[in-house]
């Protein structure tokens, strides 16, 4: 049975699949997002924009680490920023990024209340 690729959100519209290019765009996305601190700043910067000393202090990272992993995010376009003055700040400027991001966690969060560390590790966490 061929699934709607518009109808992500449970609506079960007949449409072909996507192309192998949006699948690898998307594998390569999800690979991106796959590093948990990439996944933190994503989510960081889905709460509201920072720059890279802020988004090193939330995420424990140091920050060459953490401007590596920025670099990455702006060149999939997950990430953006802007100069304020001698500050570069950081967001998240996709409301779809955004909204994939607060909704994969939050649900996995809620799932995994109590769960074992080792348990998710077996999944792939």
């Not at 061929?2 to 765009?25: F, I, M, N, Q, W």
């Not at 990455?72 to 909204?99: H, M, N």
């Not at 994969?104 to 792939?124: E, F, M, T």
């Amino acid at each position: 049975m061929v699934k709607s690729v518009e109808g992500a959100g449970g609506s079960t519209g007949a449409t072909a699949d996507p192309s192998a290019e949006v699948l690898a765009e998307a594998a390569a996305v999800f690979g991106l997002l796959a590093s948990p601190p990439r996944l933190h700043i994503v989510w960081a910067l889905a709460q509201g924009e920072s720059d890279v000393s802020g988004l090193a202090e939330r995420v424990g990272g140091a920050l060459p680490a953490i401007s590596q992993h920025l670099s990455k995010l702006k060149l999939a376009g997950l990430v953006r920023s802007r100069r304020e003055g001698r500050r570069v700040v950081y967001f998240v400027d996709d409301p779809q990024t955004v909204a994939v991001t607060r909704t994969l966690v939050v649900q996995l969060a809620a799932r995994n209340k109590g769960a074992s560390p080792a348990r998710l590790r077996r999944l792939g966490g």
